[in-house]
């Protein structure tokens, strides 16, 4: 049932902080982590972004809705947060190639939206006390039902989401006859992420999470890549093994973010979960191997135990660091071709100063072929 524009709504955190707005989207009650997020534009490949499956969405940009959505602009067959807290929300919108509002795009996606709150002081509130998880309703408001059903909601810490939202059945996309050939381990990919790899002349077979290597393997591809992807990390003690199994195989291995973290779990390294992460298309990154910054598009509440990479400083090299608190956003493997990031370089939404990554990743791949 959609909601009437302008119909009560109410948020609740696991701290007490309670907020009242105005509904939008479907009638109803859902739950999640929430997390914010500082980009100015892409509200909708945000909103499809499978790396934020389970996860409330504050966007610090006042104005959502003012361009509508297009189809098209989509990084996933439907969206993907649970739900969605901003300040201004608005159908009206300008960009003549937009095919739908957004109200009518959420109610499709039966996503609750809470606005016409303080989003400035739920984000400093984040910052202050890190994730924590929350409850928006638009059809009950009483804070003592509200609190029972949120404390019934478990923490992101520990739960393995990737294969809720991994692709069920394998799938091609490229020219059969392409130079490269590239098997994705799915745990969440973004479209714009297999696309960069599509225009760079590859073949692209993607596989469902809890693949093994062996049907990897029938694909006979050139290299692997690891996608992003939502929940802990260290759960996925699946994808940490196969990733394994992958590496000894010596081809060219390429991880974007969750990949990034399971790379560095599949060389015994541990992550852990951050206060807030990081989440925005304006992290400022330095390549440690050019000295050159990028300006970054990030989505991650996980990050890479820094002590246990520099404790295996004669096999594993630190190629990237955020320049806002100096967390680690890369590493490299010195004894085989595998590399990640944390960030994403396809950049959808945000900057394309990292999309040298792929071409990095081509030339692995043409090298490899070529030994």
């Known amino acids: ?20 707005g105005r509904g939008a989207g479907m009638t109803g009650t859902t739950t999640g982590e929430v997390c914010f997020n500082t980009g100015m534009t892409g509200y909708q490949e945000i909103f499809t972004d499978p790396s934020y499956f389970g996860q409330i969405l504050v966007t610090t ?37 937009a095919d739908m509002e957004i109200q009518t795009y959420l109610e499709k996606n039966n996503i609750v939206c809470i606005y016409d709150v303080d989003t400035r002081s739920i984000v400093r509130n984040i910052r202050d006390k890190g994730a924590m998880n929350c ?112 590496l000894s195989t010596g081809k060219p291995v390429f991880g974007i973010c969750l990949g990034h973290q399971i790379l560095a779990l599949a060389n015994h390294i541990p992550t852990y979960k951050m206060h807030h992460g990081h989440r925005g298309a304006n992290h400022p990154v330095i390549n440690l191997v050019t000295g050159k910054c990028e300006v970054t598009s990030q989505n991650h509440g996980f990050s890479v135990h820094e002590a246990s990479v520099l404790q295996q400083a004669d096999t594993i090299e630190i190629t990237h660091r955020n320049l806002n608190d100096n967390t680690i956003e890369g590493i490299r493997m010195k004894n085989t071709p595998a590399f990640s990031v944390q960030y994403h370089p396809e950049s959808n939404p945000g900057p394309h100063d990292s999309r040298y990554l792929f071409d990095e990743f081509i030339q692995l791949l043409n090298q490899s072929k070529n030994n």
């Not at 302008?6 to 948020?11: E, F, P, S």
Request: glycine content about 8%; hydrophobic content about 40%.
């Open 135 to 246: 409850i928006i309703s638009t059809e009950i408001f009483d804070k003592d039902i509200l609190a029972g059903k949120l404390a019934e909601v478990p923490d992101m810490e520990g739960l393995e989401l990737a294969s809720l939202v991994s692709t069920a059945t394998a799938y091609e996309l490229g020219d059969q006859s392409s130079d490269y050939r590239v098997a994705v381990l799915d745990f969440g990919t973004k479209r714009n992420i297999l696309q960069c790899l599509v225009d760079r002349g590859c073949n692209v077979k993607v596989f469902p999470a809890k693949s093994k290597l062996h049907e990897l393997l029938e694909f006979r591809p050139d290299g692997f890549f690891l996608s992003n992807g939502p929940g802990d990390p260290s759960a996925m003690t699946y994808a940490i093994e196969t990733a394994q199994q992958i």
């Open 1 to 20: 049932m959609e909601v009437l524009a302008g119909q009560k709504a109410v948020i609740l955190f696991q701290d007490g902080t309670w907020y009242e």
């Open 61 to 97: 940009n006042v104005h959502i809705g003012n361009y509508g959505t297009r189809t098209t602009d989509a990084e996933s067959e439907k969206v993907q947060i649970a739900g969605l807290v901003c300040r201004n929300f608005t159908n009206e919108y300008s960009r003549q190639m």
